[in-house]
């Protein structure tokens, strides 16, 4: 059974910094691109950052270019996303999620279940 | 940038009704399009995913159509585990949503 299993949010102050882990089970996790997509309060879905199976590329939202890092490591099965430089509006749930190529077309094919960043004073 | 347009924001409906959501994409996407089923505290569930095929496991029940600029989510006799927020989405750019509530 695939599962993504998020951890490492919480409250923070603007300007402060925070690290999210995916940990992934259930599939080979190395053949994956892999994404973070975050639900601020109130909010639609957003994408975030994107990986590559083999860290090959990285991409990110303009919203968080430059302050947030997106990282892997296939031994541990797990993914990360760096948050440096917080603002009130990075507050949100943040999903890790699998980006799976099928019939032509990608699609975000398992979820986890969030954590929730809030950056507050 | 594409963008992508949900309609309606909130739609009102009854166990056993039929429900359609619409997504239109601001330009020629083809199939490349995809839905998701949120409820609050859990994780995001795809549905469909090139436009019409059916994830494995997803009742009968859900159906999309649609190709190039519109598309549509429909849901035939909506069950009670159905009331949630449904998304359209293409590749990295996902609407603004549509919650099923209960009327």
């Known amino acids: 059974e695939v599962q993504l299993v998020e951890s490492g949010g919480g409250l923070v102050k603007p300007g402060g910094s925070l690290r999210l882990s995916c940990a992934a089970s259930?599939?080979?996790?190395?053949?994956?691109?892999m994404n973070w997509v975050r639900q601020a309060p109130g909010k639609g879905l957003e994408w975030v950052s994107s990986?590559?199976?083999?860290?090959?590329?990285?991409n990110y939202a303009d919203s968080v270019k430059g302050r947030f890092t997106i990282s892997r490591d296939n031994a541990e099965n797990s993914l990360y996303l760096q948050m440096n430089s917080l603002r009130a509006e990075d507050t949100a749930v943040y999903y890790c999620?699998?980006?799976?190529?099928?019939?032509?077309?990608?699609?975000?094919?398992?979820w986890g279940q969030g954590t929730l960043v809030t950056v507050s004073s | 940038d594409i963008q992508m347009t949900q309609s309606p924001f909130t739609l009102s409906a009854s166990v056993g009704d039929r429900v359609t959501i619409t997504c239109r994409a601001s330009q020629n996407i083809g199939t490349w399009l995809a839905w998701y089923q949120l409820k609050p505290g859990k994780a995001p569930y795809l549905l469909i995913y090139k436009a019409s095929t059916l994830k494995s496991g997803v009742p009968s029940r859900f159906s999309g159509s649609g190709s190039g600029t519109e598309f549509t989510l429909t849901i035939t006799s909506l069950q009670p585990d159905d009331f949630a927020t449904y998304y359209c989405q293409q590749y990295r750019t996902f609407g603004q949503g549509t919650k099923v509530e209960i009327k």
């Open positions: 259930g599939f080979m996790f190395s053949t994956y691109s």
């Open positions: 990986i590559g199976s083999g860290s090959t590329y990285k």
């Open positions: 999620a699998r980006e799976t190529y099928s019939n032509a077309v990608y699609y975000f094919d398992y």
